[in-house]
């Protein structure tokens, strides 16, 4: 691992040069928008809708959202964790002496079940160096064959972190390679936070070009040319998921003094919502254990991302989403928007529809003209498989709509044979 | 219905009329590329992938193919529908004395449990005029709310076509409304068609932009510009799925006299292959029954499309896949390039992957330089329950595919270790 201390300084400048770093390596992935989404989002929720919360029987929030999404579902291997891989990478390998010291050749490690296993092992081959990927054993086959796709060398372990860790260290000792840690060092932080400065830049030459469509619903340009209280036409806030917490406190940081407010979001299963908690209590929830659908934020938050979350206070709130919620948004992306999205990518998306608490600070923040909210989107790695069996569940719920268009329709055949 | 004998006549011009009629009604959707399946595309399939195929034992061919899709699932209602729906309504309104004889009040009506219904729908909506959608009761109830949801009348029937069009007649009875079937229309065709002008112009513009990534790797640009055999850069080729045929058949006025060629895809399952078969004894075949999963692909070939596609020789060729062709190819569009497409929307894909007398075409006529092929992504109109009942028969592959990953992987524990 490079030495954190040497990293540069967590700011939005750092940042901004991690991504002239990285940025020809990545994709620079496209926002997008939906009015049908942002109507949703839009539309208060109905008290029916609320009845199983803890929002039961409160008028239910009047928020006016525009919604912004950053695609990186379609990011190099389907996920942002490539931005942080490269560039802590990138900075590896500036470091004096790696270069005299063999480094190109001992490579690199990292314990990963998921999407950073890959990235690692794509930034690794497109800078010609060995990569070892501790996983365990019991990861989704399709992960593994894809990172051993990606040319390195997939070793295996037992699923607890001290087994998998054992491992990294046998690999350490027996090869030399340096640890590269999915989401706990500063190298890694600033990586991720780079999609929140091309998520800035895009919102605001997209609605510099009308690209928003929502001008004439809303006088949204009309109000901001007249002088009207936005200083900016840009994003008014970002929600990012939470795992780790890599990629929201990079954001938050790409955020720093633009008035763009952060927040993070988790779900809640199984004390999923470790950020959220730790920051109630004061104090870091350091382990958790939860299968929580959103396989992605299973893991609490690290100890470099918690400092600028919690310490600097740069996240303005956590919020969390029940799994069925979760579902809820990803059948919306998938259904909807057409866009192929794991059930972590869509954490956000929850909390903008459903979670009351953000969406009264949304009305009461945003008034009139209402937010322009971005989301992260943060990758697109599941399999059809895997799709399937998460909505398998909901038979009876297609029974139940059957039944009740099969009396609609008989009413309106009987109206047209009247 | 429109009298079609006054309608444009079926001509490259007509389509670009159609379009300049149609265009601030529709999505001028994206054109994509993906360099994982372009790369697929161009390899050759193995002799084991042959093995159960009529081209066994047979040498793979080695074509060099560049994929541009056009998304239409991202278009409006999820699907290329609107494009003749608009255009058959458009035309249908300018009919003299159409406005005079109460037309706006008497409506549209069509049968359709597809994508036509919510085309139809929106387009009436959009007019301000009402639209009668007769659906066979079975129909997906998703598809019926969606119908609805649009502000169209559905009215139940019998899932037969002579049951469907008894109701219709009924409806045009009642009402007076006007029926716009669903392709067996010259206007409809000519709708549809605007989609293959739009590939045109995208493709040249983007190859022009140098958006086609491929110049490195083929020498691609410097060949063209060098007088190469290449008359243009744009297309070489069109695969259009084949139902009713008349977005095939207006997808090859599109192209008649640029020199792009068109084929045909079809599943092959219980005889959905009636175009191609039609083709092969010269006589259209009018009944078709099947159920296989590319569901808007059920439909024998129409009249007037054929008169395109057989008559006048504009279709080059008809192919078709096996249900598992059309699976693969989904699974591969939704995990590698991150998009919602229906079964229908992949058979072009699955020609150009896995059908050997296609193939051996490009490798023959695109020689070293290949070609570039446009597929028509035409619709992505599937639930999320749907995606799952259609894999979950894969379990057994998942743990063939697990039992030899732990094989590997420990050979490579081991190496490390040693």
Same mark, same amino acid.
Request: charged share 25%; net charge negative.
């Given at each position: 691992?490079? =030495?954190?201390?040497?990293?540069?300084?967590? %700011?939005?400048?750092?940042?901004?040069?991690? @991504?002239?770093?990285?940025?020809?390596?990545?994709?620079?992935?496209?926002?997008?928008?939906?009015?049908?989404?942002? $109507?949703?989002?839009?539309? &208060?929720?109905?008290?029916?809708?609320?009845?199983? %919360?803890?929002?039961?029987?409160?008028?239910?929030?009047?928020?006016?959202?525009?919604?912004?999404?950053?695609?990186? #579902?379609?990011?190099?291997?389907?996920?942002?964790?490539?931005?942080?891989?490269? @560039?802590?990478?990138?900075?590896?390998?500036?470091? &004096?002496?790696? *270069?005299?010291?063999?480094?190109?050749?001992?490579?690199?490690?990292? @314990?990963?079940?998921? #999407?950073?296993?890959?990235?690692?092992?794509?930034?690794?081959?497109?800078?010609?160096?060995?990569?070892?990927?501790?996983?365990?054993?019991?990861?989704?086959?399709?992960?593994?064959?894809?990172?051993?796709?990606?040319?390195?060398?997939?070793?295996?372990?037992?699923? %607890?972190?001290?087994?998998?860790?054992?491992?990294?260290?046998?690999?350490? !000792?027996?090869?030399?390679?340096?640890?590269?840690?999915?989401? $706990?060092?500063? $190298?890694?932080?600033?990586?991720?936070?780079?999609?929140?400065?091309?998520?800035? *830049?895009?919102?605001?030459?997209?609605?510099?070009?009308?690209?928003?469509?929502?001008?004439?619903?809303?006088?949204?340009?009309?109000?901001?040319?007249?002088? /009207?209280?936005?200083?900016?036409?840009?994003? $008014?806030? !970002?929600?990012? &998921?939470?795992?780790?917490?890599?990629?929201?406190?990079? %954001?938050?940081?790409?955020?720093?003094?633009?008035?763009?407010?952060?927040?993070?979001?988790?779900?809640?299963?199984?004390?999923? =919502?470790?950020?959220?908690?730790?920051?109630?209590?004061?104090?870091?929830?350091?382990?958790?254990?939860?299968?929580?659908?959103?396989?992605?934020?299973?893991?609490?938050?690290?100890?470099?991302?918690?400092?600028?979350?919690?310490?600097?206070?740069?996240?303005?709130?956590?919020?969390?989403?029940?799994?069925?919620?979760?579902?809820?948004?990803?059948?919306?992306?998938?259904?909807?928007?057409?866009?192929?999205?794991?059930?972590?990518?869509?954490? /956000?998306?929850?909390?903008?529809?459903? #979670?009351?608490?953000?969406?009264?600070?949304?009305?009461?923040?945003?008034?009139?003209?209402?937010?322009?909210?971005?989301?992260? !989107?943060?990758?697109? #790695?599941?399999?059809?498989?895997?799709?399937?069996?998460?909505?398998?569940?909901?038979?009876?719920?297609?029974?139940?709509?059957?039944?009740?268009?099969?009396?609609?329709?008989?009413?309106?055949?009987?109206?047209?044979?009247?």
């Amino acid at each position: 691992m490079a =030495d954190p201390t040497k990293s540069p300084p967590l %700011t939005r400048p750092s940042v901004i040069a991690a @991504h002239s770093l990285i940025k020809q390596y990545i994709h620079y992935t496209p926002v997008l928008t939906n009015q049908t989404l942002t $109507d949703l989002a839009s539309t &208060p929720q109905s008290p029916s809708d609320l009845e199983d %919360t803890q929002w039961a029987g409160q008028t239910p929030a009047r928020p006016r959202i525009r919604l912004w999404f950053k695609c990186e #579902n379609l990011q190099k291997v389907g996920a942002f964790k490539v931005r942080g891989a490269f @560039h802590a990478l990138t900075r590896l390998m500036a470091e &004096p002496g790696w *270069e005299e010291d063999g480094g190109r050749h001992r490579g690199v490690v990292t @314990h990963s079940s998921g #999407n950073h296993a890959q990235a690692l092992a794509l930034a690794a081959r497109t800078m010609g160096i060995p990569a070892f990927i501790v996983m365990p054993s019991i990861s989704t086959p399709s992960k593994i064959v894809a990172t051993k796709g990606y040319g390195a060398k997939v070793i295996h372990s037992g699923s %607890t972190s001290v087994e998998r860790e054992r491992v990294v260290e046998e690999v350490i !000792i027996e090869t030399g390679a340096r640890l590269i840690p999915p989401y $706990d060092h500063p $190298d890694i932080i600033l990586g991720q936070g780079t999609l929140g400065i091309e998520m800035q *830049e895009q919102v605001e030459r997209m609605i510099a070009a009308g690209e928003d469509g929502w001008q004439e619903k809303c006088s949204y340009a009309g109000k901001a040319g007249g002088g /009207g209280k936005r200083k900016a036409k840009g994003l $008014d806030a !970002i929600i990012a &998921p939470c795992g780790g917490g890599g990629m929201l406190s990079g %954001t938050a940081l790409s955020c720093e003094g633009t008035g763009i407010a952060v927040f993070g979001a988790e779900p809640e299963f199984e004390g999923a =919502d470790d950020c959220k908690r730790g920051l109630e209590a004061g104090k870091r929830v350091e382990t958790v254990r939860t299968l929580t659908i959103a396989d992605g934020l299973r893991t609490p938050v690290g100890a470099y991302p918690w400092t600028v979350i919690h310490d600097r206070k740069l996240v303005k709130a956590m919020f969390s989403v029940t799994e069925e919620q979760i579902k809820k948004a990803m059948r919306l992306v998938m259904e909807r928007m057409k866009m192929v999205v794991e059930p972590s990518a869509v954490v /956000g998306l929850a909390v903008a529809l459903f #979670n009351e608490d953000f969406r009264r600070i949304v009305e009461s923040e945003g008034g009139e003209e209402g937010w322009d909210l971005g989301l992260v !989107i943060s990758g697109g #790695n599941v399999s059809v498989e895997a799709m399937g069996k998460m909505f398998e569940v909901s038979q009876k719920e297609i029974e139940r709509q059957e039944a009740k268009v099969g009396q609609d329709g008989k009413e309106l055949a009987e109206n047209v044979a009247g």
